[in-house]
């Protein structure tokens, strides 16, 4: 797992701050907000996330059966605040071995869905939603749509939206499982609401959360 903040756009290594500026540097993206290092799925770990995030901390509520959460990051840093948020899941396949979802959410320009769906970013790109959406899923007791994003690598399955006024973004492996999202009439929760008390089943870590395994 990694243990330094990598790019949100490249996975690639950063220059800290100095005393000359106090960003994060990408060398092929310039200044960006860190992603930090993967969190373990335990109740500690969705507490830091749902403390420090200025965007939802989307989780599927209740979880689809045989689905547990299995880790969390963000991008962001003690300056600036956590700016996206990721949530991992995993669960049963329509193909042998677990599926695999990182439901992600995160302020434009940010580009950490699009480097994690595969797309050169930073975000969706113009014309993602022509046409009718292809899933809707109850966002706080409201419609949100999903439009899939084309040009994604054959192994995952790309849903993007709206809500809040920050990027939606489902990501779901293998493939054959971007059919869930259409079928299962999901339902987010932002684990940042105070107004719930939620028992989050964990399970192992998922090494989807490091880019570089992508």
Not at 89 to 101: K, V
Not at 118 to 136: M, Y
Request: hydrophobic share 45%; net charge negative.
């Amino acid at each position: 797992m990694r243990t330094a903040p990598v790019c949100p756009r490249c996975f690639g290594p950063l220059h800290e701050p100095s005393v000359w500026s106090s960003a994060w540097r990408c060398a092929a993206h310039g200044d960006v907000l860190p992603l930090q290092p993967p969190r373990r799925p335990s109740e500690a770990a969705a507490e830091a996330i749902r403390q420090a995030a200025r965007v939802p901390v989307w989780i599927p509520w209740p979880l689809p059966a045989g689905w547990l959460v299995t880790g969390f990051a963000e991008a962001g840093d003690e300056r600036s605040g956590v700016r996206a948020s990721v949530v991992a899941l995993t669960g049963p396949s329509l193909t042998p071995g677990p599926a695999d979802m990182l439901l992600i959410a995160e302020e434009p320009g940010v580009g950490l869905g699009a480097a994690f769906a595969g797309l050169p970013g930073p975000d969706p790109g113009a014309g993602f939603d022509n046409g009718p959406p292809h899933a809707k899923i109850d966002v706080r007791g409201h419609p949100a749509a999903l439009w899939c994003a084309g040009r994604v690598p054959e192994d995952r399955a790309v849903y993007v939206g709206e809500a809040l006024g920050n990027w939606l973004w489902a990501i779901v492996w293998p493939a054959e499982v971007g059919c869930f999202l259409a079928l299962a009439n999901l339902t987010l929760r932002d684990l940042r609401d105070h107004d719930q008390a939620l028992d989050l089943p964990f399970g192992a870590f998922s090494p989807r959360l490091d880019g570089d395994t992508l």
